[in-house]
T-cell receptor, first 113, second 108 residues
Framework: AAGVIQSPRHLIKEKRETATLKCYPI?????VYWYQQGPGQDPQFLIS???????DKGSIPDRFSAQQFSDYHSELNMSSLELGDSALYFC????????????FGSGTQLSVL | SQQGEEDPQALSIQEGENATMNCSYK?????LQWYRQNSGRGLVHLIL?????REKHSGRLRVTLDTSKKSSSLLITASRAADTASYFC????????FGTGTSLTVIP
């Protein structure tokens, strides 16, 4: 069965650079969530989209933005990267109806040097 | 965390023993879910319990929910070394928030 696909798997950037993370949800899932997980930390909710519209916003810095496209894939854009942005970034998808379980991608490991 | 706390933060048991993890949350919920995460990997859904349910079983997993205390527990019976992972509860009160997680180590 198709799963949530994230790319790239690993990303190394310098301070002040820009990064774009991509997420392809499971087909027919209408909701996408982005989470940030620092080393040894719990996943922190960043932002979510339902039917291509932003539905909720969590601890997402102003330097970050995200969108969901017509094909339901989502991109997380991160600018002016800081050392503290180094983390594992997860995307998850679900079907909003019934608010069922989240399916997670394998994550993108971002390292800011 | 954004939503709640889990305890213990770390748990080490012998293979075959039972492991119990607790989760407390802050807001009203539609459902509560437990996820497992192996180091550096994505989270995998284990079990979902709805706000009108008190207990649910799935294989070696047993979950309880007490909405009056805003708490849940996850019991893993007859633990195996392969159960070694971090376990998170996540609540859906319109959005999914994760607790701080319990790191479980099962010693063979």
């Amino acid at each position: 069965a198709a799963g949530v696909i994230q790319s790239p798997r690993h990303l190394i950037k310098e301070k002040r650079e820009t990064a774009t993370l991509k997420c392809y949800p499971i087909p027919r899932h209408d909701t996408v969530y982005w989470y940030q997980q620092g080393p040894g930390q719990d996943p922190q909710f960043l932002i979510s989209f339902y039917e291509k519209m932003q539905s909720d916003k969590g601890s997402i810095p102003d330097r970050f933005s995200a969108q969901q496209f017509s094909d339901y894939h989502s991109e997380l854009n991160m600018s002016s990267l800081e050392l503290g942005d180094s983390a594992l970034y997860f995307c998850a998808s679900s079907k909003r109806t019934g608010n069922e379980k989240l399916f997670f991608g394998s994550g993108t490991q971002l390292s800011v040097l | 965390s954004q939503q709640g706390e889990e305890d213990p933060q770390a748990l080490s048991i012998q293979e075959g023993e039972n492991a119990t993890m607790n989760c407390s949350y802050k807001t009203s919920i539609n459902n509560l879910q437990w996820y497992r995460q192996n180091s550096g990997r994505g989270l995998v859904h284990l079990i979902l319990i709805r706000s009108n349910e008190r207990e649910k079983h799935s294989g070696r997993l047993r979950v309880t929910l007490d909405t009056s205390k805003k708490s849940s527990s996850l019991l893993i019976t007859a633990s195996r070394a392969a159960d070694t992972a971090s376990y998170f509860c996540a609540t859906d009160g319109g959005q999914f928030y994760f607790g701080t997680g319990t790191s479980l180590t099962v010693i063979p």
